[in-house]
Structure formats: C-alpha cells, structure tokens
Nanobody, 126 residues
Framework: QGQLVESGGGLVQAGGSLRLSCVAS????????MGWFRQAPGKEREFVAA????????YYADSVKGRFTITRDNAKNTIYLQMNSLKPDDTAVYYC???????????????????WGQGTLVTVSS
C-alpha cells in the first residue's frame, strides 16, 4: 500500500516560514503525483498544492499561490512544501497525499486520492 510520513509542522508567527516534508515508503512513489491538503479547525479538508511525478507540473490553490512552493526529490522519495509569508488563516493540519493521477489533485477529487499521511500541525500566531 505504501506509507507517507509528514514532518516540519510547528508554531510560527505571522509572516514567518516553515518547510514541511513528506517521506514516502513501501512502493514506487516516483511515478505518483503527490500533493498537500490541509484541514483547519471546524472546516473541511481542502487542497493546497500538488506536483506531477516528474515535478515538472505543479498546481496550487489560489489561497497559497505565490506564497507556497511544492517540490519533490524522487531520489529521496520526499516531497516538500515551502510555506512563506504565513498567515493565521494557514493554521491547519497539513496532510501529504499520493495518487497515480495528477488530474485527481487538479480536480480536487479528494475521494479518489489513494494514499494519505497522518498529518502535521501548523499553527500561525498573529
């Protein structure tokens, strides 16, 4: 099935930066599209960013465009989410995800996403 393990969450002041990491294991994730979702307290989980299996194509939610950057290192089975200019509204549990189809991320088709991590909490204080 495969496993995704996130790290890098924590407490940061508004305007600050954090970098999340997600390490994949158990299967050949280098051919999977990967991405990030988040769920804020009392809200539904929402799409944040995704990249194709080569990393050459990326897609972002409007709310993070220009502030967040997703990258991947297939040699390390790892994806990253660099988050800059953080806002209190970015406070959420961030989930790493993997799917054989990049289109599922672009379409926001969450039920079709095949593999999920356990999440890492990001808290942005004002």
């Amino acid at each position: 099935q495969g496993q995704l393990v996130e790290s890098g969450g924590g407490l940061v002041q508004a305007g600050g930066s954090l970098r999340l990491s997600c390490v994949a294991s158990g299967r050949a994730f280098s051919t999977f599209a990967m991405g990030w979702f988040r769920q804020a307290p009392g809200k539904e989980r929402e799409f944040v960013a995704a990249c194709s299996w080569t990393g050459s194509s990326t897609y972002y939610a409007d709310s993070v465009k220009g502030r967040f950057t997703i990258t991947r290192d297939n040699a390390k089975n790892t994806i990253y989410l660099q988050m800059n200019s953080l806002k209190p509204d970015d406070t959420a549990v961030y989930y790493c995800a993997a799917d054989s189809g990049f289109r599922d991320f672009v379409a926001g088709d969450e039920p079709e996403i095949e593999i999920w991590g356990q999440g890492t909490l990001v808290t942005v204080s004002s």
